[in-house]
T-cell receptor
Framework: GENVEQHPSTLSVQEGDSAVIKCTYS??????FPWYKQELGKGPQLIID?????GEKKDQRIAVTLNKTAKHFSLHITETQPEDSAVYFC????????????FGTGTSLTVIP | GAVVSQHPSRVICKSGTSVKIECRSL??????MFWYRQFPKQSLMLMAT?????????EQGVEKDKFLINHASLTLSTLTVTSAHPEDSSFYIC????????????FGSGTQLSVL
């Protein structure tokens, strides 16, 4: 089955700096890679996603890159703000199936004002 | 984005009682819903996959007689924790896959269950 690894487990950055979280996956059949932000006591919120036929996608201060050959994808947050502090999860799945999503172990991001 | 409504957000119950958690997709249809359990500072642990109109598929180690899942419609799935015990205390989260795109997965806000 699929195995998703995520690093680092914790990350602290100064406000205004960039944050990068990296994930790797093992199953070459995976073709959909979402990222979720989870605040304390709440459910994960989808913040950005990318399909395997795209190398990069950007939405304001958030971007995701995908290297299908190396089977890794990354989340980039620029100009970080204190409200970006949360736990971020990457995931891998196969589109157009009822297959489960495989999640990374999460990264706790702290943005220091 | 699509909204998944989960209720209740918090429940405290006595040992031996049953608790029902509802998960509704408000503005989209979901043929597949997933139920997760999350321990503090840990990732999401899949409990079961629920498909509309059919029996749920449980992950290894999850007792199907204890965690009853019903997915009666394209917008509603329920998880019932039967005869709850303190070790069942946890954060339970549902999610729904958008039927239209069969791609994106949206989560409910979670239910914190505390069994006394």
């Amino acid at each position: 089955g699929e195995n998703v690894e995520q690093h680092p487990s914790t990350l602290s950055v100064q406000e205004g700096d960039s944050a990068v979280i990296k994930c790797t996956y093992s199953d070459s059949a995976s073709n959909y890679f979402p990222w979720y932000k989870q605040e304390l006591g709440k459910g994960p919120q989808l913040i950005i996603d990318i399909r395997s036929n795209v190398g990069e996608k950007k939405d304001q201060r958030i971007a995701v890159t995908l290297n299908k050959t190396a089977k890794h994808f990354s989340l980039h947050i620029t100009e970080t703000q204190p409200e970006d502090s949360a736990v971020y999860f990457c995931a891998a799945s196969i589109r157009n199936t009822g297959n489960q999503f495989y999640f990374g172990t999460g990264t706790s991001l702290t943005v220091i004002p | 984005g699509a909204v998944v409504s989960q209720h209740p957000s918090r429940v405290i119950c006595k040992s031996g009682t049953s608790v029902k958690i509802e998960c509704r997709s408000l503005d989209f249809q979901a043929t597949t819903m997933f139920w997760y359990r999350q321990f503090p500072k840990q990732s999401l642990m899949l409990m079961a996959t629920s498909n509309e109109g059919s029996k749920a598929t449980y992950e290894q180690g999850v007792e199907k007689d204890k965690f009853l899942i019903n997915h009666a419609s394209l917008t509603l799935s329920t998880l019932t924790v039967t005869s709850a015990h303190p070790e069942d205390s946890s954060f339970y989260i549902c999610s729904a896959r958008d039927w239209a795109t069969n791609e994106k997965l949206f989560f409910g806000s979670g239910t914190q269950l505390s069994v006394l």
